[in-house]
C-alpha cells in the first residue's frame, strides 16, 4: 500500500505564495504519476496540476501560469508551487500517486486558506 502524506497548507493573502509538498512510500516513487487536486465543501473535487515519470506537466487552466508541479524523485517528494493565489484557490488540496500497478493513492488533503 502506498501511503501518500500532504503538508504546507496553511493561511496566506491574496498575492502571496505557498508551496505544497506530497510525500509517497516506495521504491519505484519515479515511476508514479504524481498529481493535484482541490475541493471545497459541497463541490467535487477539481483538477489542479499533474506531473508524469516523464515530467511531462498539465494545469488546469484555473491555475495555469501560478502555481508550479514539480518532483524531487530522490526524496520521493512532489511539490506544488503556489503563487499570486486568489480567494477562489481556497480549498482542501489533495496529492494523489498515480503506480505502475495503475493503482491511485490519495493522501489526508492540507487546508489552503486565502485571505483576501
Known amino acids: 500500500q502506498v501511503q501518500v502524506v500532504e503538508s504546507g497548507g496553511g493561511l496566506v493573502h491574496t498575492g502571496g505564495s505557498l508551496t505544497l509538498s506530497c510525500v509517497a512510500s516506495?521504491?519505484?516513487?519515479?515511476?508514479?504519476?504524481m498529481g493535484w487536486y482541490r475541493q471545497v465543501p459541497g463541490k467535487v473535487r477539481d483538477f489542479v496540476a499533474l506531473?508524469?515519470?516523464?515530467?511531462?506537466?498539465n494545469y488546469a487552466s484555473s491555475v495555469k501560469g501560478r502555481f508550479i508541479i514539480s518532483r524531487d524523485n530522490a526524496k520521493n517528494t512532489a511539490y506544488l508551487e503556489m503563487s499570486s493565489v486568489k480567494p477562489e484557490d481556497t480549498a482542501l488540496y489533495y496529492c494523489?500517486?498515480?503506480?505502475?500497478?495503475?493503482?491511485?493513492?490519495w493522501g489526508q488533503g492540507t487546508q489552503v486558506t486565502v485571505s483576501s
Open positions: 494523489s500517486a498515480y503506480t505502475p500497478a495503475s493503482k491511485t493513492h
Open positions: 506531473i508524469t515519470p516523464g515530467m511531462f506537466t
Open positions: 516506495g521504491d519505484d516513487f519515479s515511476q508514479y504519476a
